[in-house]
């Protein structure tokens, strides 16, 4: 058995699925697209129970068939945000959630539906005196490629060298 790392060289050691870029190596323009995953009932479900949404689109299986207006019952749409967001968290240790723009749920997305999403960077621009100001848009699809969602993430991220940022 190898020998146990000393606590004190715990912090030296690469967090795993980490980031740890700055202002400076933000290149507008780039895309990233993650990987693929299907959104079960039971994951629907107990987002509905948790945030008490039982609107009977998302709920009650006999209306949505019945009466509503896409026979089958759809997935919240704050669920389908903070799935695709999900799966593109890069979980950078310098940036910083400043707020989303521009949120449209654009197409239903069903219960079984397997979503994906595209991360473009925008913009990026002086801020603060320790931080730049970020902008990456999400694109979120449904498979085979129908855009179910759009918003544009804000993020405020350090500068690598600030005294070189011209505000």
């Not at 239903?108 to 603060?128: A, E, S």
Request: charged share 25%; glycine share 8%; hydrophobic share 35%.
């Amino acid at each position: 058995m190898p020998e146990n790392t000393p606590i004190e060289n715990h912090k030296d050691i690469k967090l795993y699925n980490t980031e740890d870029w700055l202002y400076e190596d933000f290149v507008i323009g780039q895309k990233d697209r993650s990987i693929s995953r299907t959104i079960s009932e039971g994951e629907s479900m107990t987002f509905n129970g948790l945030v008490l949404d039982m609107h009977p689109y998302v709920g009650d299986q006999k209306f949505a068939e019945e009466e509503g207006l896409f026979g089958k019952r759809l997935v919240a749409g704050a669920l389908v945000f903070s799935m695709g967001l999900g799966l593109m968290a890069n979980n950078n240790v310098n940036t910083f959630s400043y707020g989303y723009d521009k949120l449209r749920f654009i197409k239903p997305v069903f219960i079984g539906d397997t979503i994906y999403t595209i991360r473009t960077h925008l913009n990026k621009q002086t801020k603060y005196d320790k931080m730049g100001l970020i902008t990456v848009s999400y694109e979120v699809y449904k498979q085979p490629g129908e855009l179910v969602l759009y918003c544009e993430h804000l993020q405020t991220v350090k500068y690598r060298n600030p005294e070189n940022i011209k505000r």
